[in-house]
């Protein structure tokens, strides 16, 4: 097995697990400060096309429902299951990994991932399928995991199942550029989660 059949397999098999108490009050609390800087950069209407990568039960989704149109995908089936019983049939939700999305070039005004880039083994790869499938003049918008203190990310490193690497800012902005993005925007919220945006 090669160590990116490696990192999808561990990242699958936790993320089953945990699908089923995911939603718990707690656990959510913590998501809602990667969610809440994205809705704030969302222009909507009922055009717009929204893509959540690594949406896991749909929380984020959710919120959005009746807004634009939406799409999520993830690696973790049980998540998908949750998330399409909470979610109307008209948000379309698929299976796919994210260094490989299903969708074809120039397709959405917002490709957003939360709380899930440090899970993915080839960020960069990952960074250029955003791009690839969002607009001209559209947004990719990352919100992950940033601690002041780089010994709260190895702990994550050490004992978070699937993690692969929490990106500083600067390094976040570096990914970005790398893959054509312009930075438009960068964000804290709380003492855990930063959110970059680009436009392509
Ligand atoms: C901590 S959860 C975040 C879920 C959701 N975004 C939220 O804010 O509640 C991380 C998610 O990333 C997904 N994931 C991990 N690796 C992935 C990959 N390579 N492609 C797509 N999704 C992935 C997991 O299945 C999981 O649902």
Known sequence: MTEQDQNLSKNQYFFDKWAKNYDRRSNQWWMK???????????LNQNT???DISCGTGELLKKLEGKAELYGVDLSEEMLTKARTKLS???KLRKADVHALPFKDNFFDYVISAEAFHHYYGQQKAVQEM????????????ADINFFLKPI????KRYEPGHVKINSKKEMKQ?????????VGQK?????????????
């Open 131 to 142: 791009v690839r499938i969002t607009k001209t003049g559209g947004k990719v918008i990352v």
């Open 49 to 51: 096309k929204i893509l």
């Open 89 to 91: 049939p008209k948000v």
């Open 153 to 156: 990310h190895w702990l994550f």
């Open 175 to 183: 990914l970005f550029e790398q893959a054509g993005l312009k930075i």
């Open 33 to 43: 400060r990667f969610h809440l800087p994205v809705f704030k950069e969302l222009l």
């Open 188 to 200: 804290r919220n709380f003492a855990f989660a930063v959110m970059t945006v680009g436009e392509k």
